[in-house]
């Protein structure tokens, strides 16, 4: 059964749990693939049935069960069934536009977050949300689409002497909470790079219609962004008090490293949104800068022909007995007055230094 739309709002009216892929589709076809190991064995498999996952659900071995994919919404109803998951939980998964958040369950804990990576070479940032499903010897790990997110944990363990494979759930969570939170790091420098090179263009010449355009739309990719890295804090804060057994107290010390890349993470965020909008009152500023010498050129010729058109407005005047119209100089000595009255004008701003 494959049953999608693009919108929560979609979804009303139907009863809690109903089970309804939500979100763009990046991906039609959902894999599914096993990684079961132990300190002396790794095997790897990809499997077409959920029913093959039963051999799995009781073995001492640690296994690792990645679902690329969540169209095919039968499949996570089945994964349900079978490990007694709870059906908000399961809709949960399927909707993709979950805020990240904990949750603790009697056999099992429940985890949903974002991964966010740059797009292109125009600021942009890509979203796939990942839930994890923690069993004592079981992860579950669903996901939007295929990629190489995930690669560097699979390498540690196909490592021969990987110390990686004498751990249990909660430490291949923590590997996959901190790669997840790291990959914000390559977020944040083409972020940086972004911004260094809008200030340096806005600082070096006038600000354009471009720039602004560019500002807002960092802005809004900044709170998009602050939106789903913020609860990463309380997300890895509730893990650390959570008493659940399925927590060791020896992978705490990890789940604090990830605390403070989160924290960095968001110190950053915070950090950029303000030179954003710094950049935004530079912006406005040039512009207003730009105005002000447009209107004090403009008030300066005002300012010379005012008393001009002051002159020739008399002497466009209609009264017969005017004696300077008489005046055989009279011509001469009007144009003289013209010149000389600019010219003592400019002296006097430039003095005054208004020019």
Known sequence: MTESINAVSKKSGLPPGSLIHVGSVLETVTRMTVIDYSEDNVKEKEIQSVDEFLKYKNRDTMTWVIIEGLTNVSIIEQIGAIFGIHQLVLEDILNTNQRPKFEEYDDHLYIVLKCLLPENEYF?????????????????????????????????????????????????????????????FILLDSLDDEITELEDSLLASEATPDMLSTIQKLKRE????????????????????????????????????????????????????????????????????????????????????????????????NFEYMPELKWEWAYPILWTVFITIPVLLLIYFKKKKWL
């Not at 990629?147 to 004498?166: E, H, M, N, T, V």
């Not at 490293?257 to 935004?280: F, G, K, Q």
């Not at 105005?291 to 008399?314: E, Q």
């Open 222 to 317: 900044v709170i998009s962004i602050r939106r789903y890295v913020s609860p990463l804090r309380e997300l890895i804060a509730e893990m650390l008090r959570s008493e659940s057994e399925l927590i060791s107290e020896k992978t705490h010390i990890y789940l604090k490293d990830v605390s403070d890349h989160a924290i960095r993470v968001v110190e950053s965020i915070e950090l950029y949104r303000e030179i954003l909008t710094s950049l935004l009152d530079i912006y406005v500023s040039s512009v207003s800068n730009k105005m002000n010498a447009v209107m004090k050129v403009l008030t300066v010729f005002s300012s010379i022909f005012i008393p001009l058109t002051f002159l020739t407005g008399i002497y466009g005047m």
């Open 124 to 184: 942009s940032v890509t979203y796939e949300q990942i839930s994890l499903l923690i069993f004592k010897n079981i992860v579950f790990t669903f996901k939007e689409k295929k990629d190489d997110l995930l690669y560097p944990i699979l390498q540690r363990i196909r490592a021969g002497k990987s110390r990686f494979r004498s751990f249990g759930s909660d430490y291949l969570t923590y590997a996959i909470l901190d790669t997840i939170v790291d990959q914000n």
